[in-house]
């Protein structure tokens, strides 16, 4: 058994490629670089990222795939899910090899995979879209916090780049620590770290809060209220189409 350890980046999937169609030699596994190794193996090979070989992959990807087969591939690589990138290394491989393109071909099983995946993703964003609350900051931040299932932050950006140009926000994902801040200019990536993070659950501290904030938060949740009809709750359909994992971070659904 062959394994290819790298640094789980999906630049280092594309050098992946590149090295094995270079040497001639593919791999049964990818391994994360400094995790312990399968109990039985026959042969390591450290793949080291490098741009310009994957830059190569991309472009001979950009070919034989349309525009929508090369979201599949970075939106399922989104996913995080475990063995994603030896199920895209497949995919890429496959597609690679064929004179045409495989990616309609759902009679695969890796296509039919990946399509699924990419559903999933795809639908995490929308809901991450439907979700947001942004709580308005002292400094005149509008700040909104989510926990995704899937690492779909980098996905929702330009829609809040179009629709907010003209006010300064902050998404944070609180499961990965990382975030994306726009300071009318352009959106930059951001980290908080553990001594600094002004929110608990969700929730901004006061001391971060606009003086209004509250007031409008208040507001919100009464709106809620008054538009709901008691007659008509359906507790199964709400929580189909707005799961609990969502809630804390929900205003009209805070204490």
Not at 214 to 232: C, D, G, N, V
Request: proline residues 5%.
């Amino acid at each position: 058994m062959v394994v290819f350890t790298y640094d789980k980046t999906f630049e280092g999937l594309l050098t992946a490629l590149f090295e094995a169609y270079y040497y001639k030699i593919f791999p049964d596994l990818l391994w994360a670089e400094q995790e312990p190794l399968p109990l039985f193996y026959d042969r390591v090979i450290p793949v080291y990222t490098d741009e310009e070989k994957s830059k190569r992959v991309w472009q001979g990807l950009q070919k034989k795939l349309s525009r929508g087969g090369l979201s599949f591939l970075t939106i399922t690589w989104l996913s995080e899910l475990a063995d994603v990138d030896m199920l895209l290394f497949r995919y890429m491989r496959k597609n690679i090899d064929s004179p045409q393109s495989i990616e309609l071909n759902f009679g695969d099983p890796d296509v039919l995979k990946i399509s699924q995946i990419w559903k999933k993703v795809n639908q995490e964003k929308h809901r991450l879209l439907q979700f947001t609350r942004f709580q308005k900051t002292a400094d005149d931040i509008f700040f909104a916090v989510f926990e995704p299932r899937y690492n779909v932050l980098p996905l929702t950006t330009p829609h809040f780049q179009n629709r907010f140009s003209d006010q300064k926000w902050l998404l944070y994902d609180v499961k990965r620590k990382y975030g994306y801040y726009y300071d009318l200019s352009e959106v930059t990536e951001v980290y908080f770290s553990s001594e600094t993070t002004p929110f608990q659950n969700g929730k901004l501290s006061e001391e971060y809060l606009a003086a209004d904030e509250k007031l409008f938060q208040q507001l919100w949740k009464q709106y809620f209220k008054s538009i709901a009809i008691r007659e008509r709750l359906n507790p199964k359909l709400h929580r189909q189409n707005m799961p609990a994992r969502f809630w804390k971070y929900l205003t009209e659904k805070q204490d």
